[in-house]
């Protein structure tokens, strides 16, 4: 069941790379997150920012179709589209890791938390080798 996933998973971000291939410069790099700086869940300013376009015909668009369509279709899709996407991390990524990263802590905060924790451990354990060295009676400080 588990490789089963893994390859769909894999058959969607290779078909998502396809389209934004095709797409070509009008896609951010960033990917596709919500805005912080925003109105209303910061859907139509994170979708401007992605698509490159103005922030202001994007709320336009979305206010016609909110009028013209009724509440129900457009305001559900808005509401479901603002609690699926992920918020805009606060920092800019500076590496990959960054990114899998963040994307890790979205998905499984507690997993991302369990990796911070190992982190650390492995980090005090290696200091506690350092001191243990440095206050041997066989250590020269000369």
Not at 9 to 24: E, M, P, S, V
Not at 46 to 72: M, P, Q
Not at 98 to 105: A, K, L, Q, V
Request: charged share 25%; with cysteine.
């Amino acid at each position: 069941m588990k490789g089963y996933k893994y390859k769909r998973r894999h058959r969607f971000n290779r078909r998502f790379k396809d389209i934004k291939q095709r797409l070509g410069g009008n896609l951010s790099s960033n990917g596709l997150y919500r805005s912080r700086r925003s109105v209303f869940m910061g859907v139509c300013r994170g979708i401007a920012e992605y698509f490159n376009i103005s922030v202001f015909w994007t709320r336009i668009i979305t206010l016609l179709l909110f009028l013209f369509t009724g509440f129900w279709p457009v305001g559900v899709m808005y509401i479901i589209a603002g609690l699926i996407i992920k918020l805009e991390p606060v920092a800019p990524f500076h590496t990959e890791n960054d990114h899998e990263f963040y994307n890790s802590y979205t998905q499984s905060r507690e997993s991302a938390i369990q990796r911070i924790k190992r982190k650390f451990e492995n980090i005090e354990k290696r200091i506690q080798r350092m001191e243990h060295t440095v206050t041997s009676k066989e250590f020269d400080w000369k």
